[in-house]
């Protein structure tokens, strides 16, 4: 005997009303968005919670994190332009399924749809014909997964139909479970049927909890409709892989695994190997993840800016010449952000200089230990990147617990195609040795 489960579809925003009012739903309980702010006296524990909305916006994350908090295993429909926002992907961490609906056509519409789609594989659509399927089985499929995806096929013969839906979904060897609903005349044979599900259980994944469900619903003998409700284990990788192919910049495809990696969505193991992957510098990894997620926001804001395309060169390298100057950020993040987003560090240098009225901001740079001993007079700093050689006596100039040294104290050494800025008091055989020493370590 079929086991029914009370459902109740709850809509998060005025597409999602629209969509649950044109389903015309007669067999679920629905909580209309009007009723939203008595939310939480309308839960009641029996029911299966259905959540639908159309787009993410602070209100409805507030009532969706409040929802998932109150009820167990809720199933939410979104449309799939929302699948790979950081706030879906949470949801799928978290194990909350999801169900993803097309939105190539009016998304009201799509919504409608798929509600309709899913009363009926719970419920059937009031005509004759038994239900095969127990309601704890059909929740047993979109549980083994993590998103349920459906499609349609229409034709006349019934495997033919079927070998034409399973080539909508191919790439689906993750699939955890599969249903299969069929729309036929009650004069079909159940030999085509057969048939057809056997071509199914080839062609999914081994072990895939597949699930049959017939309906006499059709009038004309000849058509057969048949709707798939597929279960699989979401892809991070592969998702994450898509956002770092689609980024244009050296640093956007670093940030996308460092924010991943932020979000607990790969290890730390999985994200340098996804670097290694994408040709990128793993060290890149933990100096960015230093600096979005544990600097100061003045830092965040820097990337911010950079990052706007639609800000000139000349105002973003006076932003983080101003920054130097206020010792908001440090030369080490600086180095780090002018390298990827390609600006010029004697630009950022020479901007400095007309801003601080000839003051340079430094960081100290510890000399190693065999060199500090036979060069016990130097000492090392750098501002944004370009490395500073001094004489000791110029770490005494501190203002307001910065570091300056005035820039017409200083002179442009290169060697080996690298600038340096070495004091103008020491000796140049001192500086060739210094340098080539260090230049070895």
């Known amino acids: 005997m079929t086991q029914y489960y009370p459902i109740q579809v709850i809509a998060l925003d005025d597409t999602a009303q629209q969509a649950l009012d044109l389903a015309e739903l007669t067999r679920f309980d629905q909580l209309l968005k009007s009723d939203l702010e008595t939310l939480s006296s309308k839960m009641i524990s029996e029911y299966h919670q259905v959540i639908v909305l159309s787009q993410l916006t602070a209100n409805t994350t507030t009532i ?106 191919q790439g689906y060897d993750d699939a955890a479970g599969a249903i299969f609903l069929f729309a036929l005349h009650e004069d079909r044979s159940l030999m085509e049927i057969s048939e057809s599900m056997d071509i199914a259980e080839y062609r999914l994944p081994k072990g895939a909890y597949i699930l049959l469900e017939s309906r006499n619903t059709v009038t004309d003998p000849q058509s057969v409709t048949i709707t798939s409700f597929v279960s699989r284990y979401y892809d991070f990788e592969g998702s994450l892989q898509k956002e770092i192919d689609e980024s244009e910049s050296y640093l956007g495809k670093v940030s996308v695994i460092v924010d991943a990696f932020a979000q607990s969505i790969v290890t730390g193991d999985e994200a340098d190997l996804m670097a290694e992957r994408n040709g990128l510098n793993t060290g890149d990894l933990s100096s960015i993840y230093s600096v979005v997620y544990t600097e100061p926001a003045e830092t965040v804001r820097l990337i911010g800016i950079l990052s706007d395309e639609d800000i000139d060169t000349d105002i973003k390298v006076e932003v983080i010449a101003d920054m130097l100057i206020e010792g908001s950020v ?34 100290k740079v510890e000399i190693p230990t065999g060199l500090k001993e036979r060069y016990p007079r130097l000492g090392l700093a750098k501002s944004a990147g370009t490395l500073v050689l001094l004489d000791q006596d110029d770490f005494g100039k501190e203002e307001g617990g910065t570091l300056t040294v005035k820039t017409d104290e200083l002179k442009v050494y290169e060697r080996d195609g690298v600038e340096w800025y070495v004091s103008k008091n020491l000796d140049q055989d001192v500086v060739d040795a210094f340098v080539g020493e260090y230049e070895l370590i």
């Open 64 to 169: 969706l994190a409040n929802e998932l908090t109150n009820n167990e295993d809720p199933i939410i429909i979104l449309p799939d332009t929302l699948q790979e926002t950081q706030e879906v992907k949470q949801l799928l961490l978290d194990g909350i399924r999801v169900i993803v609906t097309p939105s190539d056509t009016l998304l009201s519409i799509s919504l409608s749809h798929t509600l309709k789609i899913i009363e009926s594989l719970f419920y059937g659509n009031g005509t004759e014909g038994e239900i095969d399927i127990d309601h704890k089985d059909i929740y047993e499929v979109i549980r083994r997964g993590t998103i349920t995806e459906f499609h349609e096929s229409e034709g006349t013969d019934i495997p033919t139909t079927m070998m034409r839906l399973l080539n909508t979904l």
């Open 330 to 363: 440090n030369t080490d993040i600086v180095e780090a952000l002018t390298s990827a987003y390609n600006l010029s560090t004697d630009e950022i240098l020479l901007m400095v200089d007309i801003k601080n009225e000839g003051k340079l901001p430094l960081q």
